[in-house]
């Protein structure tokens, strides 16, 4: 999460082909201050991976393949730390989700039992809720849903606002967003702006399915419109698909179909997912 931010900041998204090159190219460290920088180029891969995805230049199949380069190169670099590794695991997990296919989902999973790394709760939940949440219901997805349950029990302690967004975006389609509603509420009164569109999102959806459908038409169209305001455009087209939702469920079939159009990937031909 923290890398699209960074992209935001720097613009320099036309970079990213050659700094990945330079990374592949880099010989190997020979002092501390040169293993420091490293990171640079697959952090700014990153950044620009979010980016691409959420402003809405670019699709979900692009990203996943920039990001899953910048994961092999990470890979085959010892000197990577993990906390880089793992943002780009985290990446591909968010990417994987809107391109909607089990097929984006399957090389992340390679990936991260390749990596030998110890996985974090937040990204273990993620990729089993947001990859397979009818699965996840069933018998055989329990054991999930009981670590899901604990860590939402323990987000009244948790301190990193994009933990508090990771295990509310888990809980969202397997009907565990209750018991994060105060830790996401918190970040949508006085968080990051990013990461507040976010819990909006969660929030919004919950009390869709809850039938507080007034909140949720608040939410959306608070969340549409900072979304617009600071160009996350792919994040706004959930906002108009929260209101299309609604609207069809209160039978205003004109206005969904008008906000059905709108939300579509294709209504726009400079983006598309």
Known sequence: MTAYLGADATGRLTDVPRLLGDLRAAPAPTTDAEAANLPTALATALATGHHLLLSGNGDAGSVHRLLMDAVETALHRPDIPDGVLLECFYSLAWTSFFGGSGDLWEPLARAVAHSGRVVPESLSLLMTCLADPAGTALPAGRPVLRRLDD????????????????????????????????????????????????????????????GEWDGAGRLAADGLE?????????????????????????????RAEELAVRASPRSRGDWRW
């Open 226 to 254: 900072l979304s617009d305001r600071l160009g996350y455009r792919l994040l706004a087209q959930l906002f108009r698909h929260r209101q299309g939702m609604l609207a069809a469920t209160r039978g205003d079939n004109d």
């Open 151 to 210: 860590a939402v029990g323990r987000l009244d302690t948790v301190t990193d606002p994009v933990e508090v967004v990771r295990i509310g975006t888990a809980a969202m389609y397997v009907g565990r967003v209750e018991g994060c509603v105060p830790a996401l509420r918190r970040l949508v009164d006085a968080g990051p702006p990013a990461l507040a569109i976010h819990a909006m999102n969660v929030l919004s959806g919950h009390r869709y399915e809850t």
